[in-house]
């Protein structure tokens, strides 16, 4: 059996083609005389490989010690593959008699989120500093009474 027999490639390639926003938010849609075109982003990763031999020819690998001796008649083989993805929402496109509109999808607990871990991470290293200029006082004035 040849590579080009067992590396089958037409699953993937229909997948990849079936990835998209109307696959993952469905059609766009008319609604008040506006078109929407939902918006959103794919990624997607695939990995596959694999090998195809006959064994070795002699025993313990050694050029012209004994009978040659073919694990199998057919050889032997192994191949893996792998897959991930993720489908984001960006947002839409919004058709109108009057114009067009990009419309972003926000997450509106971000902002918050972030401010949060900022002030966080400001208090940790302003306490850093102030408890090590505090150390740095207390050994110069040990240092001075001696």
């Known amino acids: 059996m040849g590579q080009k027999e067992w590396v089958n490639t037409k699953l993937i390639e229909q997948l990849v083609g079936d990835l998209g926003a109307r696959s993952v938010f469905g059609e766009p849609t008319r609604e008040h005389g506006a078109v929407i075109i939902p918006v959103a982003q794919v990624v997607f990763g695939i990995g ?31 191949g893996g593959a792998g897959a991930g993805g993720r489908v984001t929402p960006r947002g839409y496109i919004r058709i ?11 997450n509106e607990a971000v ?13 940790f290293w302003i306490t850093a500093t102030v408890r090590y ?14």
Do not use: F, L, N
């Not at 313990?60 to 694990?71: D, V």
């Not at 902002?111 to 208090?123: C, D, F, K, L, Q």
């Not at 200029?133 to 001696?146: L, N, P």
């Open 96 to 106: 109108t008699p009057e114009g067009v509109k990009y419309e972003p999808i926000q």
């Open 48 to 78: 596959y490989g694999g090998g195809y031999g006959e064994g070795p020819a002699k025993p313990g690998g050694e050029e012209g010690a004994g009978e040659e001796t073919k694990e199998a008649e057919g050889g032997s083989g192994g």
């Open 133 to 146: 200029i505090a150390k740095m006082v207390a050994k110069t004035k040990q240092a001075q009474r001696r």
């Open 111 to 123: 902002i918050p989120v972030a401010g949060i871990v900022m002030v966080a991470w400001s208090v």
